[in-house]
């Protein structure tokens, strides 16, 4: 038995002393001393003998015991350390090695062009204001005049989600949920994303975004249109720019114009940005058309306005002289990054 207990001790040391995990030193705590272990069957098995013999084995059993517990121990805080220090290592940071740098984002050319009209038509006491993107085809043909056959209907066109709803061509439904809600005096403007079906080329894009503008008040006139505009125009291009209104139609205002800018590259001489013609295009404007007005419960007795619409990324383009509509889009970091 003595013999056993020795070879059991010695086993233990051994196996203990192979062991490279605290999972390792505890499959042979299991193995040794555990309820089935090898220690634990000679404890069973010491029934069979004298007192005396008992005693003296016993003693000597839960010696050996008292000795692999400890030999346990030592080892288990020995792998606890190891295992400490190659944590640490893993986490030694090196202060000296050389900082990744962390991009700073920047705003949208879209977004600049956007903050820039808004600015100039806050300071002239217009009120920014919302729409849906997803309209009604009520809001965005019907009621702004457009109709049953205009051609801007057709499905090739616009994006239906049904027959009833669409994706907006034209920040001009704002329009009519503004005349809805609101009692005139009203000043507002409206910027937002707008769809189209069309083909991506240099210059389209089946998504774009416009500013949309609208007053109503008692007599409100051409001239009001036209000072507002190109207040607009001094202050978005600079100073000395020039306007000019040609006659135009919209099947919502009466009578309509499109507003063109001297040229803010050139000067009105002729350049590349306004290919040669010294004026460049930038928005479409009129006097509101009256059935619009009616939509809208405005007593067009009392009651007049003008409003105008513009293509935010041709603003965008011509004053950042982006050949591209689609290097708008493609989150190119090269690309964004000139607008710090
Ligand atoms: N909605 C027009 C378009 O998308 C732009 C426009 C023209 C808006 C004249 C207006 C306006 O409010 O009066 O082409």
């Not at 207990?5 to 086993?11: A, G, H, P, Q, V």
């Not at 997803?134 to 801007?152: I, K, M, Q, R, S």
Request: aromatic share 8%; with cysteine; glycine share 8%.
């Amino acid at each position: 038995m003595q013999e056993r207990l020795k070879n059991i001790l010695e086993d233990a040391k051994k196996k203990l002393e192979e062991a490279v995990s605290v999972d390792e030193t505890e499959n042979i705590r299991v193995r040794f001393l555990g309820k089935k272990g090898e220690l634990t069957e000679i404890l069973k098995s010491m029934g069979s003998l004298t007192p005396e013999e008992r005693k003296q084995l016993g003693q000597e059993a839960n010696k050996t015991k008292q000795q692999i517990e400890e030999l346990l121990q030592e080892k288990k805080e020995a792998l606890k350390a190891i295992a400490q220090q190659a944590k640490f290592r893993m986490e030694k940071i090196d202060v000296t090695e050389p900082a990744k740098e962390i991009k700073v984002g920047t705003k949208h050319p879209v977004t600049i062009t956007i903050e820039e009209i808004a600015k100039v038509f806050k300071s002239m006491g217009f009120t920014l204001t919302e729409g849906p993107e997803v309209e009604t085809v009520f809001n965005n043909f019907d009621a702004l005049n457009a109709g049953p056959y205009h051609p801007a209907r057709d499905w090739t066109d616009t994006f239906y989600v049904n027959d009833e709803v669409l994706l907006r061509t034209q920040t001009s439904p704002v329009q009519v949920r503004t005349l809805k809600a609101q009692e005139p005096p009203i000043r507002v403007f409206a910027p937002g994303r707008c769809f189209r079906c069309d083909t991506p080329d240099a210059t389209h894009s089946p998504m774009f975004h416009q500013v949309e503008g609208l007053v109503v008040d008692e007599g409100i006139t051409m001239a009001d249109l036209k000072g507002v505009l190109d207040s607009f125009a001094k202050q978005m291009f600079g100073e000395e720019t020039k306007t000019k209104f040609r006659p135009h139609h919209f099947p919502f205002t009466e009578p309509s114009a499109e507003m063109d800018v001297s040229c803010f590259k050139c000067g009105g001489r002729g350049c590349r940005v306004c290919k040669g013609s010294g004026w460049i295009e930038i928005l479409g404007c009129g006097m509101v058309h009256p059935n619009v007005l009616k939509v809208g419960g405005i007593d067009t007795e009392k009651y007049t306005g003008f409003a105008f619409g513009m293509g935010v990324e041709r603003v965008a383009m011509l004053k950042y002289e982006i050949d591209d509509i689609r290097l708008l889009y493609e989150n190119d970091m090269r690309f964004i990054e000139q607008f710090k």
